[in-house]
């Protein structure tokens, strides 16, 4: 069963600190690791895929096999990142393409 | 262009009753896909279609729950006695091929009383 886990709910940070949002998989074939964002009063939406390998709003993400881990990361956090995160996984090409997510993070980013 | 649209974006319904959950995915888009998120918790897979077909209706919960998309673009759930743990947003997403990045709908915030 494949399954991710975040293991923080909430992390709060002033402007210009870095951030890392951690995400944990559990998977035994190749899986497709994403992060979708939810700001407030929006839709989920696509913030970065692993196979992309992009840096999306100065966000990067880096897919280790070795220690089954995506975490999100930002040098300087900024007010309108904050907002909900979720790591998702999908099976690999020719699987199922359900995606699994974790249960999500709040970033809150102070002035 | 529009984006994912689901109706109602808001459903209060009382135990036993049956409710209908409809989703307008992305035109020209084969995929849909419909979760359930409970209040703290991620969204979780409920049932994928590739075309009219449901592909994988592997995380519907129990036979109170079913969905149909017969001409392969609008998608209706349909969930029969209603019961309170059902209380959930029920999320709608599409996509151009199975394989290709997920759109979400604004989703529909059912409770059950």
């Known amino acids: 069963a494949q399954r991710v886990t975040q293991p923080e709910k909430l992390l709060s940070v002033f402007k210009g600190a870095p951030v890392e949002l951690k995400c944990n998989y559990s998977y035994s074939g190749s899986p497709e690791l994403f992060w979708y964002v939810q700001y407030s009063r929006q839709r989920l939406q696509l913030l970065l895929r692993h196979i992309s390998r992009e840096s999306i709003k100065g966000f990067t993400a880096d897919l280790n096999k070795g220690e089954t881990s995506f975490h999100l990361k930002k040098p300087f956090a900024q007010e309108e990142d904050s907002a909900m995160y979720y790591c998702a996984l999908r099976s690999g090409p020719g699987a199922n393409s359900k995606l699994t997510f974790g249960k999500g993070i709040t970033l809150s980013v102070r002035p | 262009g529009a984006g994912v649209s689901q109706t109602p974006s808001n459903k209060v319904t009382e135990k036993g009753k049956y409710v209908e959950l409809r989703c307008d995915p992305i035109?020209?888009?084969?995929?849909l896909y419909w979760y359930r998120q409970s209040l703290g918790q991620g969204p979780e897979f409920l049932i994928y279609?590739?075309?009219?077909?449901?592909?994988?209706d592997s995380g519907l919960p129990n036979d109170r729950f079913f969905a149909v998309r017969p001409e392969g673009s609008v998608s209706t759930l349909k969930i029969q006695r209603t019961e309170r743990g059902d209380s959930a947003v029920y999320l709608c997403a599409s996509s151009q091929t199975q394989m290709q990045t997920q759109y979400f709908g604004p989703g529909t915030r059912l409770l059950v009383l």
């Open positions: 279609f590739q075309g009219t077909g449901a592909a994988d």
């Open positions: 035109s020209g888009h084969t995929a």
